[in-house]
């Protein structure tokens, strides 16, 4: 099973899912958050506190956003874990509404 983050994550990167990850899997750049799905064990505890649903459980993951499971696998690998809550980027919560969430 794939849990993964998708582009809803882009210009947002809120972390409350950081904060109930019990396996610090997520990783970080300068615009989005990815999952190490080699970490993860899958308990799909971030999927409901994403404010604007970028996160997906494998069974989920919609025909269009399944290329993001190449995309977190290799981000990840590159990218520093990220365990601690970090303030949105600026200009999330217009990304959020303009999401519709």
């Known amino acids: 099973m794939t ?11 809120f972390t409350d899912c950081v904060t109930v ?10 615009n ?4 190490d799905n080699e970490v993860c ?4 505890a971030c999927i409901p506190v ?13 025909g269009d956003k399944r290329n993001w499971v190449d995309i977190n696998a290799e981000r990840s ?3 520093p874990v990220l ?5 949105p980027l600026l200009g999330a919560e217009e990304r959020k509404k303009a999401l519709g969430f």
Do not use: W
């Not at 990850?21 to 300068?30: G, I, K, R, S």
């Not at 989005?32 to 999952?35: A, C, H, T, V």
């Not at 064990?41 to 799909?44: A, N």
């Open 3 to 13: 849990t993964i983050v998708t582009d809803n994550c882009k210009g947002c990167r």
């Open 21 to 30: 990850c019990p396996v610090a899997c997520f990783h970080a750049d300068e």
């Open 32 to 35: 989005m958050l990815y999952i």
């Open 41 to 44: 064990i899958q308990c799909s």
């Open 50 to 62: 994403c404010p604007v649903h970028a996160i997906y459980a494998d069974d989920d993951i919609p």
């Open 77 to 79: 690998k590159a990218l």
């Open 83 to 87: 365990s601690e809550k970090q303030e």
